[in-house]
């Protein structure tokens, strides 16, 4: 045991045994208590974080956390009582044993911690209780893994009304104070998260394929009790997020089988590791198990990514072409005519030319397919052999698009009469084929409160952009007087822009400022009941159409980080992944809007 602890673990075995009386709180004192509460967990992290440190430890602070007989964990006196039989007299000497082990110090270490963290917030006056847990949240981004794991395609970034709901004091509400900054285990095969997670698929999805399919994944999950597969890390960082233990392992190094506790430790270490040492509160502790309610609601998370990607494997197997995959055959072509589907096609000539030429397939053969080309399509006045970009989009028996992405050559051009031309070109050797991630979602232009998007120079200091009075001055407003603008569709993962010639963004958007990093302010009001949505987000163009009949562009942007705005004046941006932003998928399912 380390002797610079020894007076704070004596301290607490004097009090759960009596030796020690506890102490009350004055009012006048709490300043006093908050900060002896504050140097003592930083002397713990100090002392797990082997950083030297000569200064004595001050217990007294103890006295004021712990009441008689409550002073050691739960676990911890239960395991005592296990080693020494149940005999009260020996249950401290055996206490002693179990925390010369170094996991199972660190563990009690982890829950005094805890506690002094708790009593900060109940010292705290009313009016910094509300904003208590933002500043702890924010010291955690000086933990270089924590931000590392926001990275991860498997972590599940949990937004905050997944651990408690705001505005209810609960069991939840209580454990989340105390576990800011945490790391726990969460059981993903326990019968209560089994009963939510069916209910909230059965509500969702209102059909029996998923239903099955997360009941026979369950099943397998609790055929291996201490399989990591069942096993959820939930890091209470400076944002929320999940992970299972056997998707995490790779990143941890672990090649061959290992335990859920060999991993739990693997992790703790990757987090100390990275620790910032000029501020070791931004170590992360062992927590306590959440409450049921926050443990199904977690859980449900990893089950419904599982399920819905097992469902997404088993229709892909079904539907041909499936996504990311390349194929060579007519078959794709003959689809397209057949559904009469709109070809767009695109000019390499120009690097500036954005225009889309709309045609439709006339016939296909075994060597190239003719499209008719109506008037006014530059794809006319292309020459033999110039290079040409397209996309089209087929249905499925699934009812959903698939859209194929292709580079072909133009064999010939023969305009018959004044209305239109026969272009032929050669078959593509490939297509690809893709399907969105994302369900998209028609914007009614009533539901957009605010959108702003600015455009900072690629040298600029993005840690700036937290604060929304950094940003720079916007180019694109909406709603704009003339409604020029409009936001056409949204998905968690983007939208798209409609633009219209006349205004001002338009000369902005061409080819040469795709995947220029954009900022965007969008606010979206939902139900009048319901809060209004409102983000800043870090976008990218992907793609930019334009059409000169309709006299309008219509910009694809992807979402590269994303953070909800906070008092009005701050963003914390965050990476998105590739499931896309949580807060647009959960405010379209809450305002219903989803069709």
């Excluded at 301290?11 to 140097?39: C, K, Y």
């Excluded at 690809?432 to 028609?442: A, G, I, Q, S």
């Excluded at 720079?472 to 409604?483: A, S, V, Y």
Aim: aromatic share 8%; with cysteine.
């Amino acid at each position: 045991m380390n002797d610079s602890l020894a007076p704070v673990i004596q301290a607490t075995l004097d009090l759960h045994f009596g030796r020690l009386d506890p102490l009350v709180s004055a009012p006048a004192a709490r300043p006093q208590l908050i900060q002896a509460a504050a140097t003592l967990m930083r002397r713990i992290a100090e002392n797990i974080l082997a950083v030297p440190d000569d200064c004595p430890v001050d217990t007294l602070v103890q006295r004021h956390v712990f009441a008689k007989d409550k002073a050691l964990p739960a676990w911890l006196v239960n395991r005592g009582l296990v080693t020494c039989d149940n005999d009260r007299q020996q249950l401290e000497s055996s206490v002693r044993k179990l925390l010369a082990h170094p996991f199972n110090r660190r563990r009690f270490l982890d829950f005094l911690s805890n506690e002094l963290l708790y009593h900060r917030w109940l010292w705290a006056r009313e009016d910094d209780k509300r904003h208590f847990p933002i500043r702890c949240a924010n010291e955690l981004r000086e933990n270089g893994y924590c931000l590392e794991l926001n990275t991860f395609d498997h972590v599940i970034k949990l937004g905050d009304n997944i651990i408690a709901p705001p505005g209810k004091i609960d069991d939840a509400a209580h454990w989340r104070l105390r576990s800011i900054g945490t790391v726990c285990l969460v059981d993903l095969a326990a019968r209560p998260v089994f009963d939510y997670t069916a209910r909230l698929l059965e509500a969702k999805y209102k059909t029996t394929f998923i239903l099955d399919t997360f009941k026979a994944l369950f099943t397998a999950a609790g055929r291996n009790p201490g399989s990591p597969e069942r096993q959820a890390a939930l890091v209470m960082g400076e944002i929320p997020k999940v992970f299972t233990l056997a998707d995490h392992a790779k990143p941890l190094g672990v090649t061959g089988e290992a335990s859920s506790l060999e991993l739990l430790r693997r992790l703790l270490a990757a987090f100390d590791r990275q620790t910032s040492r000029n501020c070791p509160e931004s170590r992360l502790r062992l927590g306590a198990e959440p409450p049921q309610g926050v443990a199904n609601r977690v859980a449900a998370m990893i089950w419904l990514r599982r399920t819905l990607g097992r469902v997404k494997k088993e229709q892909q197997k079904k539907t041909s072409p499936a996504r990311g995959h390349k194929v060579a055959e007519r078959t794709v072509l003959l689809a397209a005519a057949d559904q009469k589907s709109i070809l767009y096609f695109n000019l390499f000539a120009d690097p500036a030319d954005t225009a889309i030429n709309p045609c439709h397939i006339r016939g296909v053969d075994d060597e190239s397919m003719t499209v008719v080309s109506p008037r006014g399509n530059r794809l006319n006045d292309a020459a033999p052999g110039q290079e040409v970009s397209g996309y089209f989009a087929v249905v499925g028996a699934n009812k959903k698009s698939t859209y194929c992405d292709f580079r072909t050559t133009v064999e010939s051009v023969a305009c018959p009469d004044d209305s239109h031309c026969l272009v032929e070109l050669s078959i593509p050797a490939t297509f690809e084929l893709t399907r969105r991630n994302h369900k998209r979602l028609p914007v009614d232009p009533g539901s957009v409160v605010l959108f702003e998007m600015a455009a900072p120079t690629p040298a600029a200091d993005w840690n700036l952009f937290n604060a929304l009075e950094k940003w720079p001055r916007p180019f694109c407003i909406i709603p704009d007087g003339l409604g020029h603008c409009r936001i056409k569709d949204l998905s968690a993962g983007g939208m798209l822009l409609e633009i219209h010639h006349d205004a001002p963004a338009c000369p902005f958007f061409t080819e040469d400022r795709r995947d220029h990093p954009l900022l965007v302010q969008v606010k979206l009001a939902g139900k009048p009941n319901a809060a209004p949505l409102w983000l800043g987000i870090r976008a990218e163009a992907k793609r930019i159409r334009d059409f000169p009949p309709l006299r309008k562009k219509y910009v694809g942007f992807q979402f590269v980080e994303a953070g909800e705005v906070r008092n009005e004046r701050s963003v914390r941006f965050s990476p998105v992944g590739k499931d896309g932003l949580y807060l647009i998928n959960d405010w379209i399912f809450r305002n219903g809007l989803g069709k």
